[in-house]
């Protein structure tokens, strides 16, 4: 498993290349990426400052990754996170998840996002033409995280 | 024994402070009863913590509830939903 929060960006097939390590054993490898936009509830988006809570939120990630592990029978997991300012167009997160086969990889690729946007302790704040505000949490986000309680 | 307690994002910008050292006294044992505490000084306090507020806190880096025990030694934290990913 690997978790890393950092301010700088990610190249995303580099990432994949290392974390694969040419292991023959992968047949699946299912990948998210989350970027910037430029408009959010109906404003104009300048850009974003990201803020999280260090320890925990390594901590938090990897228990999230830990739980995707027992729950599907995936090879291995990559969440990179970053951190600071951004800029719409820029990436914000990756995560990468391999397995023998498709399915199990993306669903546990899906979880794992829903879970962080649930459970990792990060918090944007967004700049308009009026100004900085903090983004709200969305009751659609809980409901994507809790459907994997379901059954 | 004190507490550590940590703020972020809005509540951070609320509370005019990043962190603090806290004294626990006696009677408080659980997160309901630290948030309590904490409203009942005033201030900042009670506009960041107040209870009608979207508060989620975590105790020795591990989402907590109302229920969770706090003890001295303990960080804690006091944070507004997550909006990660």
Known sequence: ?151 | MSIRILYFARLREDMGIAQEMFELPPGVSDVKSLREQLIARGGASAVALGQRKAVRVSVNQDLARNDTPVKPGDEIAFFPPVTGG
């Open chain 1, 1 to 151: 498993m690997t978790v890393r929060v950092q301010r700088e960006d990610f190249d995303i097939g580099a990432e994949i290349a290392a974390f694969r390590r040419a292991d023959p054993g992968i047949g699946a490898i299912a990948s998210f990426i989350g970027l910037v936009r430029d408009v959010n509830d109906g404003d104009a988006i300048a850009g974003m400052t990201l803020e999280h809570y260090p320890g925990m939120t390594e901590k938090a990630l990897a228990g999230i990754v830990d739980e995707a592990r027992r729950r599907w029978n995936i090879i291995d997991a990559l969440v990179i996170h970053r951190v600071g300012e951004l800029k719409p167009l820029d990436q914000i997160v990756l995560v990468v998840v391999t397995g023998a086969h498709r399915g199990a990889a993306f669903d546990a690729c899906e979880f794992i996002m829903d879970y962080l946007k649930t459970q990792a302790p990060f918090w944007k704040k967004e700049q308009t033409a009026q100004g900085a505000r903090w983004v709200e949490a969305r009751a659609s986000d809980d409901q994507a995280a809790g459907r994997w309680n379901k059954g």
